[in-house]
């Protein structure tokens, strides 16, 4: 199997999964609990999840490791374990999917914010940074996805950890936009370009963004990426923006209206495709049938969406 | 009062370098120290506050507002207190449980502070039985709540019911707010306030700390 670099550079699309967090949740993950602390207790729940996404059609699974890194584990005084409840999360993947699709290593934010703004030293989340990607890299992932990102610095500390370790990992790297009325920013300030500059002078091979929107939203954030970087992109939007109904919680989008953006996506140049919060197994399977259509049909096929 | 003004500019250019000065300049001048707190640094902060709310400017800029504002209030404290301004009370909060975002809590952190309230902040992903637990221990006047995700917002509805549970309800007043919440949600879980903004959440809290000491005081008493 070609790596993901290749693939996307020969303009083939790639399809990723969709939430994890939510699928926990359903297998017993108690409120307050730190998600990854499954992957050493319960890892048959981390198979069964990436069973249900292979089976969907998705070639990149994630592991289960978001807030995997020592400074976010402190918080649940689990930091000493980092190694291994990375390397366990992706054991369970690699057991399920074998070589039928990619393991794509999740590192999420630290929950630090860095000097001068909050009080935690650049170093030290390098550190932390470097302590997670070493063991998934040392696990065999098969690509490093820095995600959910709001501050470039951190995104940036994130990716040259990756790139540090190893020259040959595929590093995509997603930030976390939202609209405002001068365009798209992250809570940090970041602007689209500003993110591609930085994440691509960093070191990485696929840039772009996941979470905190829905389907409308994340189109107009590709095609805003699209015309800032050559590099490939890699989009994962939400089901919507959540909305509570006597009391639960249900994501707006049904698995046609994320079919749609699939193809919105195609044509606007996306080359991975996945899904972030309310994101089911159902979703990726119509947004699997919106993607092998879109690769059926020519350049320059009338009925494409462009 | 150009002093004032010049106290508001840099707190809103989070310059915590001229502000201590600023400050001190503004009580040589004479000028009493809560109008230096209000017209000075509240003032200012409600500026960052408001163009953060239209995303004017971003969470760096309202860090070091808050560090700035931080460095002149730990000038004038212990001028206020000798002064007589006494405590409007004590509030409790946090961003609920599962939900990590806390800058909007943050936020109103500081401009209770401002405000004269004695603020203990939980920080975020805080379970409904520790909003009670320190509430009661810490003698509280009213609990702020707050959630980004709606995802989080039930464990709102456990605060209150908690509360009712405990013969509480009343004596400690609990406030919500954050993006997805609405006045609607605050009526439906039986919450006592709605904060739309920081400003009016500040605002919403002085109302219910007077309700709450006028209905015998609070939990320990």
Redesign the interface.
């Known amino acids: 199997m070609d790596g993901i670099r290749a693939r996307c550079g020969r303009g083939e699309v790639l399809l990723a999964d969709g939430a994890m967090g939510s699928l926990l949740m359903a297998r017993g993950l108690e409120k307050g609990a730190a998600p990854e602390s499954l992957n050493l207790s319960r890892p048959e729940v981390l198979e069964d999840i990436a069973r249900l996404y292979l089976e969907a059609g998705a070639e990149i699974i994630q592991t289960n490791t978001f807030g995997a890194s020592p400074l976010k584990l402190a918080k649940y005084g689990l930091a000493g374990r980092a190694a291994e409840i990375n390397a366990a999360a992706v054991a369970a993947v690699r057991r399920t999917v074998g070589d039928k699709a990619y393991v794509s290593a999740s590192v999420g934010p630290s929950g630090r914010l860095l000097l001068p703004f909050g009080d935690t030293s650049e170093s030290d989340v390098l550190d932390s940074f470097l302590l997670q990607i070493a063991a998934l890299l040392k696990a065999g992932v098969d690509a490093i996805c820095v995600e959910t990102m709001t501050d470039l610095t951190e995104a940036r500390l994130a990716v040259q950890a990756a790139r540090r370790l190893s020259s040959a990992i595929p590093v995509m790297a997603t930030m976390t936009f939202e609209p405002t009325p001068r365009g798209f920013f992250t809570i940090m300030g970041v602007s689209i370009v500003a993110a591609c500059r930085g994440l691509e002078e960093a070191g990485a091979d696929l840039v772009g963004s996941n979470c905190g929107n829905g389907s409308a939203q994340m189109v107009a954030i590709a095609r805003e990426f699209r015309k800032c970087t050559r590099l490939p992109l890699l989009i994962q939007s939400n089901a919507g923006i959540p909305e509570l109904r006597q009391g639960q919680v249900r994501y707006p989008e049904t698995p046609d209206c994320m079919a749609k953006m699939s193809r919105e996506l195609l044509a606007a140049g996306v080359s991975v495709i996945g899904g972030c919060c309310g994101t089911t197994p159902d979703h990726i399977r119509a947004m699997r049938r919106a993607i092998d259509d879109g690769a059926k049909m020519k350049p320059g096929d009338p009925a494409q969406v462009r | 009062m150009e002093i004032l003004q010049r106290i508001a500019q840099s707190l809103e250019a989070g310059d915590d370098g001229d502000v201590p000065g600023l400050t001190r300049q503004a009580l040589a001048e004479g000028i009493a120290p809560k109008v230096v707190l209000d017209q000075g640094l509240i003032a200012g902060m409600n500026v960052v506050g408001e163009k953060f709310r239209?995303?004017e400017?971003?969470?760096?800029?309202v860090?070091?507002a808050a560090?700035a504002m931080y460095a002149g209030m730990d000038i004038l404290k212990p001028l206020l207190s000798s002064a007589g301004v006494a405590s409007r009370g004590r509030v409790v909060i946090g961003s609920v449980?599962?939900d990590?975002h806390d800058?909007g809590k943050n936020l109103v952190g500081i401009m209770l502070r401002g405000a004269g309230f004695e603020v203990v902040d939980l920080g975020n992903?805080v379970?409904a039985e520790k909003f009670v637990a320190e509430a009661k221990s810490r003698d509280a006047r009213v609990i702020g709540m707050s959630a980004l995700?709606?995802?989080t917002?039930?464990v709102m509805?456990e605060v209150v019911d908690l509360l009712k549970k405990e013969n509480l309800h009343g004596r400690i007043k609990t406030i919500i707010g954050g993006a997805?919440v609405s006045r609607e949600?605050a009526g439906e879980i039986g919450a006592d306030a709605y904060g739309y903004d920081c400003a009016q959440a500040v605002e919403r809290v002085k109302e219910l700390a007077a309700a709450a000491s006028l209905r015998g005081g609070t939990a320990a008493s």
């Open positions: 239209v995303h400017i971003f969470l760096p800029d860090l070091l560090k449980q599962g990590l800058i992903d379970a995700l709606t995802t917002m039930p509805k997805p949600y």
